[in-house]
Structures are given as C-alpha cells and as structure tokens.
C-alpha cells in the first residue's frame, strides 16, 4: 500500500526560498511536493487551463464537466484536490459551484521552482 502524505494547510501559496537556492528542508518540501501532486493528473491540469483561460472570472463545475467531457463528481473530486492545494478558489451559491483559479499560488508555485521564470 503506497505511503499517504500527510495533510497540510496548502491554503495559502507556497512561500519558501527557490529550490535552486539550496537544499530545502522537509517542510518546504513537502509543501511543494503536495502542490505538484495536485497537478499531476491531466485532467486536474485542463482544468486550471480552463479557468485560466475562461473570459468570466469564474467557472461553475457543471460547464468545466462539459468542456472536459466528464462527470460532474469526476471534476468535482479533481477541483477538491485543487482546492486543497491552494490553486482554486470555490464558492457556493445556490445549487451551483463556481471555481477560480488562484493566480496568485500557482506564480508562487513557479517562482519556488524557477525564481527567472517570470522575470
């Protein structure tokens, strides 16, 4: 049986000196790790594709199904991995959930991974 990772508050950006700064400690890697994880899943990376790409400000989870061409508790499940990383915002309203995805996390993400990447 693979080894779980533990639950971290992945709520706010990863904010930790650039990997190539050093050797990281266990936390620091372990938050970055957690976050790459949540990427990687085609499926979760369509996703952020969409919402980044999306003219509204945000998406609701029944029109992200349909543009994946998936279940609606298929998406549901990729966005609360992503959620749980930080990378996408959900808010309730009615019957309906709508997602935005955290620019915010997801440059800290690349600047930890390559502080020149978005110089």
Do not use: W, Y
């Not at 779980?4 to 372990?30: F, K, N, Y």
């Not at 003219?55 to 994946?68: I, T």
């Amino acid at each position: 049986m693979p080894k779980s990772l533990p639950l971290l508050d992945m709520s706010a950006p990863v904010c930790c000196a650039p990997v190539a700064a050093g050797p990281l400690g266990d936390q620091a890697a372990l938050e970055i790790a957690l976050r790459l994880k949540a990427l990687a899943d085609p499926a979760r990376v369509k996703l952020m594709s969409l919402l980044f790409s999306s003219s509204a400000d945000e998406e609701n989870s029944s029109d992200l199904a349909r543009a994946l061409g998936l279940a609606e508790s298929t998406v549901s499940h990729h966005l609360s991995q992503l959620r749980k990383a930080g990378l996408v915002e959900s808010q309730r309203r009615g019957m309906s959930v709508f997602h935005t995805a955290r620019r915010d996390a997801v440059a800290a993400l690349c600047a930890v991974l390559d502080p020149h990447c978005c110089t």
